[in-house]
């Protein structure tokens, strides 16, 4: 028996058979395989995921790089002007302000989607 499949930063593992995350075992058998992929916010610009081969006692694998989605740069406003708390990647906050003489007329905070929308 081997324990647990590799850390890879920002991924999490996830059963062959279904797409829910595995619940973290440490009695995998030699011939056994797990799906490991990018948690929400994150992608890897190659694959969407990774098989990680149980053999003997060690684990075999792809890398995975799991990066945070970018988000771009949201469109100006007419008569007002985009303030970045950061950057523009997942989970990233930018408010909308005005120009003088000008009131906005909706919400004026954004924040990034792990689809990299905001």
Same mark, same amino acid.
């Not at 100006?76 to 989970?91: L, M, R, V």
């Given at each position: 028996?081997? /324990?647990?499949?590799?850390?890879?930063?920002?991924?999490?593992?996830?059963?062959?058979?279904?797409?829910?995350?595995?619940?973290?075992?440490? /009695?995998?058998?030699?011939?056994?395989?797990?799906?490991?992929?990018?948690?929400?916010?994150?992608?890897?610009?190659?694959?969407?995921?990774?098989?990680?081969?149980?053999?003997?006692?060690?684990?075999?694998?792809?890398?995975?790089?799991?990066?945070?989605?970018?988000?771009?740069?949201?469109?100006?406003?007419?008569?007002?002007?985009?303030?970045?708390?950061?950057?523009?990647?997942?989970?990233?906050?930018?408010?909308?302000?005005?120009?003088?003489?000008?009131?906005?007329?909706?919400?004026?905070?954004?924040?990034?989607?792990?689809?990299?929308?905001?």
């Amino acid at each position: 028996m081997r /324990d647990i499949p590799p850390a890879i930063l920002n991924t999490r593992i996830i059963q062959s058979n279904e797409n829910v995350p595995e619940k973290i075992r440490d /009695d995998f058998r030699s011939g056994e395989k797990v799906r490991i992929e990018c948690i929400p916010g994150y992608m890897d610009s190659e694959r969407q995921f990774i098989e990680a081969s149980c053999v003997g006692t060690e684990w075999y694998y792809s890398e995975l790089k799991c990066e945070r989605v970018s988000c771009g740069f949201i469109k100006e406003p007419a008569y007002g002007y985009i303030q970045y708390k950061y950057d523009q990647s997942f989970q990233a906050e930018a408010i909308i302000l005005c120009s003088e003489g000008y009131n906005v007329h909706c919400d004026t905070g954004l924040l990034s989607m792990e689809n990299g929308l905001g």
